[in-house]
């Protein structure tokens, strides 16, 4: 997927062009109209409710219906307090937001547990849940809503209307892409961003990936709030039908259209959207006449289309004039981890039985591997072998038996817990961020030792942490040979070198144990040379590896032992040579006549 | 409260429940059998009593030509992939589905324009359009986008909506529609009097669901059906496309959803957008079930029309309120008790 | 080979995440034989198979020669006499045996001079337990009868050419025995069989002819006699030269 550099604007010519821009809009109450500035408001708002759902559509994969509804909640709540309590306006700026962000919490934390369509669905259950609540409400004033608002002010001046309200509203834009570019450019940003690839990934990593999701979603919600805020004081007047369910499908798709996948898609998407939709309805409507819905039509239509053409939205086709600035990050050797692994079995495994609803998939296996060595699973077909891998990681839990790591007892241990105890992994199926970089994608590895607090990534107070983690994470790269790649995205490598980079990754966490899930696997000779080699020097560094592998010449370059499981049993172990003679290791392969 | 309060209550939670328990067993048949949450019913329901009333004033209703446009569509569709696959293959069901099929049905609602044509020929012309369009639609709106995640697929299903909803708005206008009761009769039950139209609703939601079931469970093509929603791939391979399954479902669910329309016309006024609503609370009982438990889906359908009757009493302006927060329990509720997702749920 | 050709497939690559699954494959099958390719796992066996049926994309030719019409798509196979037991068996879980078979000859349905009656004795007289457990749900069966089942059921399409993917997986070798031999007995049926296999010597034990994959490259291939008793192969599947 990688860019066409025709048409590239240099970065100078970007940053002039940005600022330039910004200009224009900061200037705009000078020479635009009052109509055309209430069209700009309309779209700012909407700007800002749709980042949020960038944040949570295109970075972490969830679909949501409902975010007109937080911004009712922000609208209601400060419109309520700036009529009957007599509130500053500016006051109810946090009322807004809590108002937003404490029900995302309730709501979220019962409904994130869900998955996708289920998930949905319960976004439109509250969606149209608060319309008719707003509705109903005696104190929201019905179906007639709350008039006669009071509006912000400055310095004894007046803030009320489109025009009054207009650079509030900038600002509040500018301020939301700004925090939202921080959060994404962190470490936080990069392990949210694998989300969507997995759970298991992040949890490979020692993340908690249920809390990021609805950390995700609450910023969403008073994002939403904030929105509600200024809708609030830019009309001051609110009446239901602005945050019905009708709305927050608009919401869903301004964002799908305009392009999920970054932050100023979420813009791009509300401009077209407004832009679009004023058009069809204000000069259509002329044109016929009557009540004709062009507008509903025109956008069904258009998402329709754009689900089986192009679901990248805009974003794609205007990001191809633009190139981000990369910087290349030099190596940085990360602290040692406390725990030098003891001499003798870094991993024991004992009697560990594995049952699928009566299906014995695993039957009394027990193996140790031992500190420095290199350890390979093997067997045919369907023995189980990905079955106690997930065991081992914590993905699954064991039927009954023990598994211990580091001396300490795991068995029934969540996956994160281990991946924090020295455990590091890769998957059958690389499992990497494609849109990422490569550095960036290593840099995931080491996320629980840079995290931060929030307030501090929004606001973009990280910086020295950024530059450790990065450099950590480079450092990582230079020792499996890929350094000269680290600003390259990482779906333009080959197979090889991203098995390679997964590799990295694990390493970024400092383990002690490193479990690879068929790392040769679709490799060609010399890349699986290359693996055979690096796997090589990472034992002379004292690292212990248990993998799983068919390939017997790679099993024979790397492995010092070797275990041979059939039917989710240990048929026999010891050295390859002594495997290969194995006379019931022979028929289980070959099969009897 | 008294018996006699009660007993319309009663009365109306079994008929508004009757029709929930049609919708959400329709919905979940096609969920099913496509993946598709099938969002647009709500449109289809109302097209049904507005096209009837337009052919009793002499007009035929915008649905025939939404028909044939978008039959023309589909059609072009078809022959693209012909073109692409470079085979003529399925150019019968092409022409006879896409181009005769609208054009059939046009000339029917046009012959049935006319005062002197019976009432039950206006019927059936009323229903032929609405029904037709939904083999038409998964075509031109799903068929391209068949193998997508879910979530894909629901977002397609909601932007069809409100599409069709416009399309609505456009066709039928934004006033009411109250269509007259079918025939006038009124008995009681002790002292409880009985609607005849409580009646005719739930006999027809009661053979239509006994007609559903014995179609899934005895016949060739029922069995086919619940084949594709099993297994997808593995129907393939016995030779069922799953696209004409796909088709023969939504026909299924277009047929239901006339009916449905039909029965409330005479109950509530009817806008273009009321449909929507309808269908959501229907669904809410699709969700419980599952494969094997029809009778639950169906018998949380008619708790959740017994509750809306009731609070609609006690609370009316918060009903709805409280039909669409209990959802979010009940899909908390499906989405534990199901199995790990094999699919990764994104969109994109 | 006087025998007309069922399949024949030249210079097949699938790609398949980034990696060729399959690289350069050549093959072919005439009626009234039994073939079988074999290899280690992860040689790529199960993607060549899909790619065969059509459930995944290729280059490459894969033409049937007395059909040609098949190649287009799935559905046109199975109505061509072209039909796949996957390696996860597909079978439809909650539903009966019997519907299970029915099933299977669904492509059939429109066909005159095809009696379901007529079908369903020839598959319950080759497979006793499943007319015992006809009204059962197909997920409550054994691994083995599900195989039966799996097999059953294609063959109540009466298929020209069956491909199999791993009949044997997770059967005990008593069953793997009676499964192998039932496939033997289809050529009475006139079903020719395109076989893969991970367990070798009980594959090359029935096939005529056989074809070796190692890392989605064929390496060998043969008289199926011949394939047994070459060294070759062992180190195909151990990474060692036999002794």
Redesign the interface.
Known sequence: MSRPPAGRLPAGGRRIAAWLALAALVLAPAYLGDYPLSVLDNIMTSAIIAIGLVLLTGIIGMVSLGQAAFAGLGAYASGYAALNWGLNPWLTLPIALLAAAVPAALIGALTLRMSGQFLVLATLAWGISFFYLAGALPMFGGQNGLSGIPSLGVGGMVLGTDRGMYLVILAGLAIVAWMSLNLLESNFGRIIRTIRYGAAIGESAGANIFLLRLTVFIIAATFAGFAGWLYTFTLQFLDPGAFSLDNGIQYLFMAVIGGVSSIWGGVIGAAAYSLADRFLSGYLQQFFGQSFNVSSIFFGVVMLVLMQTARGGLWPFVSVFLVPARQNFTPLAPVERPNVPPAGAVLRVANVVKKFQGLVAVNDLSFEVEAGEILALIG???AGKSTIFNLIAGLLKTSSGKIEFLGQDITGWRSRKIARLGLGRTFQ??RLVPTMTVLENVAVGGYARHRAPLWKTLMRLNRDGERRALGQAAYQLERVGLLHRQGERAANL??GE?RILEIARALNGNPLLLLLD?PA????FNEKQQLAALLIALRQEGMTVLLVE????F??QVADRVVVVQYGEKLAQGSIAEI??NQA??EA????? | MNFLIFGFLIQNALTTGAIYVLISLTLFSVATVTRIIYVPIGEIMVFAPFGLSMLMNGQVPGTVWLLVLLGGIAFLQDVWQMIR?R?R?GWRKAVLLYLAMPALVAGFSLASTGANVPFVIKLVAGCAAPVALNPVLFRVAFQPIASATRLVLLIAAIALHFALAGAGLYMFGPDGLRTPGLTGVAFRIGLIPINDQFLLILGACVALIAGMYLFFEYT?YG??L??TA??R?????????PDSASQVIFTIAGVVAVISGLLIGPLTTLFYDSGFLLGLKGFAGAILGE??DYPMAALAALALAGLESFSAFYASEYKDVIVFALLIPILLYRSWRQPAQLEEEHFE | MSAPMLLEAEDIHVS????E?VRGVSLKIAEGQIVTVIG???AGKTTLLNAL?G?LPCTGTIRFPQTP?AG?????R??AGI??V?ETR??????SVE?NL???A??R?RQRGFSTGELFAEVYALFPRLRERRRQNANTLSGGERQMLALG?ALM?RPKLLLLD?P???LA?VLVKEILARIVELRGFGVSVLLV???????L?IADYAYVLE?GVLVMEGQAKTVASDARM?ES????VA?
């Not at chain 3, 296999?197 to 594959?203: F, T, V």
């Open positions: 045919p077909n369907g199926h690389v080959s197979l991203q068929e696997a679709g490799l060609r068919h390939d017997m010449a099993i024979r290969q003679r290791v022979r392969y070959l099969g009897v006549d | 696959a085979s293959h060739l069995k086919a619940r084949a099993i297994h791939r593995g129907a393939r391979l016995v030779g069922i496309d494969l094997a | 398949y995440e980034q990696s699954a280690a796992n992860g049926m459930l019409a287009i798509s799935v559905i046109a199975v109505e039909c796949l996957p597909d079978l439809f879980g909650t539903m519907d029915r099933l299977g669904f492509c349905r059921r399409s791993e044997s997986l997770g070798p296999e991970q367990n070798a010597r009980a594959a034990a890392t062992v599947y151990l990474g060692a002794e």
